[in-house]
Structure formats: C-alpha cells, structure tokens
C-alpha cells in the first residue's frame, strides 16, 4: 500500500503520470514487517521451467517478462517439489497452508474417495473452506477432526485484507453448497440464485458462477473496503476464535468496491466475463491477462494481500478443446500471449509504486505435466523458427477393472480416483490383509497395458503403496473412511478409468490398441504421478528481505516450505505447525530472526536431514515407495507382513525425529528461540542412520 500522507495530491500525480491510483488504505491497519507493504502470490498450472522437448525452449524460457524478473532480482528454487499425489488441488493448498494434505483432509488428489454405506464416491476436494461432505465432516479436515484452520486468517487479524482470484479453496467452489453455508438456505441470495440456475437461458443459469465462484476478498475488521457488501466470513472451529470478520463474496460484491466505475478489466482492456459475456468469474481456467489484471485491480484497491491462480500454457485454449504438444503453434502463441500478460503487469504495478522495494513476490508451479506422444516433426524443429506437429499425441486411457478382470479373471467391484496414479477404493473396505485387497494388489503390481502411442506392451505400475505408505507419505487423515486401500502409482503415460457401466469386461484381444487401451488425443499431459518430471517444479521468489541469488538448487525444498518462508518474512503466526520449514538461506540475514542467523550451519543441515526424512519426496519417502512398499504390495503374504512391519516401524522412528526436528525449525523461526547446537547434531546424525538404513531399489 502507498502512504497515507498527502493521499489527494499523491493520487492526482498518480494520475498526470498516467498510471492508476492506489486507493487510500490505511497504512497502519496492516502490520506487516521487513517494508513488506503488499504480498502477491501467483500459482500456475502446471508451466514448466524444464524443457519438455530438449530443442524447444520451455515454458518460463519463452516468458522471459517472468523469468528474467525472478532470475534478476530474487531467487528462483529449482529443486523444488511437491507433495504426494502431485495434484492442483493438493498442491495448491499444500502451499497455502504449508502442510501435507494428512493435515487438511485432502491428500490423494482432485478428489476425495470415500467408502459412503460401504460404497467408494469421490466428491471434489476442490471446495470452499468450510464445506461439509455427506457423512457432515469438513472437507478441509485438521487432525483433530474439526475444520482446517484457514490460511487467511493471520493476515486479516493482522488488519490486511486478502484477495484471492481462482486459487484453490479459499473462494467459493459451487454455487449451492457455498451459498447455503454462508448467505443461508432461503435467504433473498440464496432464493435469487436459485431462480437463475432454474432459467431456461443458459446465460442466466451460467451467471450465479460469474457472480460468486472464484473470486473473493476476506476482509479485516473495520475495514473500509468491506463497509458495503460484506457477509460474516464464518470459522467456527479456528483456534483463538475468529468473531467479527466479514467477506466479499464474489465478484457481485467485490467488483463494486473495488471498481465502481464499471467491470473489472484484464490487462488488455476486455472486461472479464464468462462464456456467455456476464461480467465477473470466467472459470477456473482463467488467462495470464485476467488473472494479473483482477489481482492488479485489487492492489489498487488497497488490498495488500492477493493471491491468484493462472492457467497452463499446453492445452488449447484457443478454441477450448483439445491440447498441443511442445513446440506447436498454437502453443506458442499462448506463451507469447503469458509474456505479454506479466509485461505489462509489473509495468503497472510499478507505476502505481507497487514493486520488488516494497512488495513480497511469490510464484510457483502446482506441478509438472508429463507429455505422452510420439516423436515432433520436423526431428529439429524448435517451436520459435520452425513449428512441430504430431502425428501421435495423446494419453492412454486403460478401463482398469477390464485389464484386471481380463488378465486374472478378479472382478472384484472397485472405484477408483481416474487417474495416472489411481486410488483404489474396493466396495466394502476391506482390511489391509483380507484377501480382496492382497489379491488386487499383487495384480496392479503384474498387470500388463499396451502402448497404443508407441507400440508394444508394458508394466502399469511403477509403484505401490498402501495404507502403512501412505502414512509414511502423509496421506491418512483424521478421516479413515477417506484413506483409499492402496494406491497404484503408474506408467505416467497411461490414465485409468473403469468401465462406465460398472461392470468389468473381458479385453479382446487383450493387447491390441482396439481393446482396453485408446489414446485419447484431446489430453497429453499426465501428472498425479511421483516420478520426478512431475514432481520437480520450481518456485520464486523476490521482495523485501530475499537474496537475489538467481537460479538456485543448493537445497531441496517443497510447496510445504512456501507458507512458513512468508509468514517469516512478514513477521505474522499461524493457528497451527508447519510441516515446511522457513528457506532462510535465501533470505537476508537482517530480515530473519536472530534464532536462524545463529549457528547457520548446523541450523541448514539440520533442516536438510529434516527435509529428507520428512518430505514425501525426499530420499526416505521416495526410496519407501519405490523400494519396500512396492515390493511389499507384489509379494506373498509372509513376506508382505514382515515388509509391512518394516514400514511401520520407519514410520514411527522417523515421527519421532522430526517432530523434534520442526519443533526446533518453528521455535527458532517464529519464537526467536535458538537451536541447542547439541540437540540439532543428534537428531541430524539419527535421521543420517535412518536413511542408511533403507535400501536404495
């Protein structure tokens, strides 16, 4: 936010200068620290720093406004990852909590399955934060089996208003649920929206998400931005309480207050609209020129918090339909419309005073997308001079419970996640042991797909885990009926499906592309999965306090890392413990505490072993999956309880080491407690005998 001295006169040089004025927000009412004044926070869908085809630059190459910015004045995280499974919900919320998805309820993907009367259903796990399921337990899910605290909550106590433009579960996901919750079923909204969404005209029926999805701003108390329009921002389960704050829901609400003159416009000037042209939420795919341009107009607003979501760059949004392989035109004139787009953002933010001296900068990736097609012609074609197609392009779609039912005769009902790594949840829930589940594990592990895209025949899974996995990989919640029985983490150039009908049907012939194998060539890009293509994105970072260290991949970070790195940064708490810990060694050592400048070294490496035993892709949870649990799932039973033991007690020893471990983290981090240099040593040379010990598949 720009001072409050002279606001008149400040605002009508604003506007002589050309650029717009930033609303008069009190300065005082948000406390933020380090001369952090705003924080804009940007989450992509799956755009790649890597190149997907090694003579076609990638995509943050070919949006060099954004690249070169992040390279040139902050530090950009190349070894960076996500959590486990690699999913744009999980992921997106892993960041903005700084917790694995075993803390907030959703840990398995885009959706949440759930044995309901004994039967697997999957609701979406894309859902605003307070939403309940069917069984009446929160989505968002704490471990002590209330409501998730919210990750907005810090800042708002604090005074700042926080915006959020298509971001994951903090706006609102639906227009029934959502509008009940909060507005109340019979109230005038909720009747209004419901007259709409029964309209003959699909315009009207489209305009309740225009005007409530996606879009929202949690405001702080007494704030001046939220004095009309506002409704209760209702958590009830927060720690500490949370009475008296209210939101702008939507942008029926939020547009007025934040532009009264008329719609809020992207950067190019075109009111932000739906398909149908009602002004407001486009969807949940919205363009780099949307995005930066409602969150501009945001920080304009004096909302110095804004977080916003921006879609991928490889499937066609041209046309809306289908998807292009690396280097393909259309492709291309995406990403030059994303350089555009970031262009002009930062030119006018700058022009508004909003910049890296007074504003903390944070942007990343939800995950990486794996590319399934055959080879590019021309073989050396680059994308920029000469153009690719593909005559083979698009994922392998398998009918799971056909290939199973077809290769060992088991037509045991399950459900599945659809996915490139699938969650199985079989009818009934079986135990771990009962031989319904044993049976359909050893199966995934040997079964045996066709690849319809390159010819021949291969192994569909790659890893396996159950239940003692996956508590290791943080993936069971304070919910055991959300736990799936096992996961299958597969080839990642393959997605499975059931059979729509439910029922399984014999393959014939098994291994023919005109079987239970087809490419389905409107989607070519996997993720979910855990191999490392998927799973290595990047994040940056430049503002206040940041080092300007450029590409860096001296340390292994994940999106846990992201929420205690800010709220370090900004002075602010959390209701909770972060699972990440605060990136200190690119921050400057007059914008931490005193507790992580003292004993550096020993604080870095401590954080390291934390990190390797703790994150799910790091050695330990990594080397678990792919070694002794997969091993576990494909062996007979004897074997598979010794194995399972094994895991287990990995699991417990491993608690017990980095619980002590981020307890030291958060002490030093947020209470200025420094570390017993001592204590730090033993717990790094425990964690150091504990990944010794596992062997390396």
Known sequence: MRGIVCLAVAASVAVALGARPVAAADKKSCKLDNGIEHIVYIQFDNVHFRRDNPNVPSDLEQTPNLLNFLEDNGTFFTNHHTPLISHTS???????TGVYGDKFGVPIGNSIGLF???VASFPSSFTYWTDVLADGTPEMLAQNGKNAPAPWVPFTRAGCDVGAFSIANIEFENVTSDIDAVFGEGSATDMAVDTELASPNPAIRAKPVADFEGIIIHCAQNSPLCAKNSAPDLLPDEPGGYNGFTALYGNINVQPQIAPSGPV????????ADSFGNPGFPGFDPTPSQTLGYLATMLEAGVPVVYGYIEDAHDNHITGSGTFGPGEAGYETQLQAFNKAFGEFFARLAKDGITKKNTLFIITADENDHFVGGPPSPANCDGITTPCTYALKGEIDAFLDSVLFTEFGDATPFGIHFDDAPTFYINGNPSQTDPKTRNLERESGMAIGFDVV???TNQLAQALADQAEQALLHMITADPNRTPNFILFGNPDYFFETEKSGIPVTCTPMFDAASCFFEGSGFAWNHGDFQPQITNTWLGMVGPGVQKLGEFGAIFSDHTDIRPTILSLVGLKDDYAHDGRVLFEALDDEAVPRSLRAHQDTLSALAAAYKAINAPLGPLGFNTLTGIST??????????????AQIRGITTQRNQIAGQMIDMLEDAAFN?????????????????DLLASIPIP
């Open 90 to 96: 999980v992921d997106i919320v892993t960041s903005l």
């Open 116 to 118: 309901l009367n004994g």
């Open 265 to 272: 416009k992207d950067l190019d000037g075109n009111i932000i």
């Open 454 to 456: 390159q010819g021949g």
């Open 631 to 644: 091993t576990a799932l494909a062996s007979d039973d004897a074997t598979f309880a010794i194995l399972e």
């Open 672 to 688: 200025n407690h420094p570390i017993d240099e001592g204590k730090a040593q033993q717990l790094i040379n425990q964690a150091n």
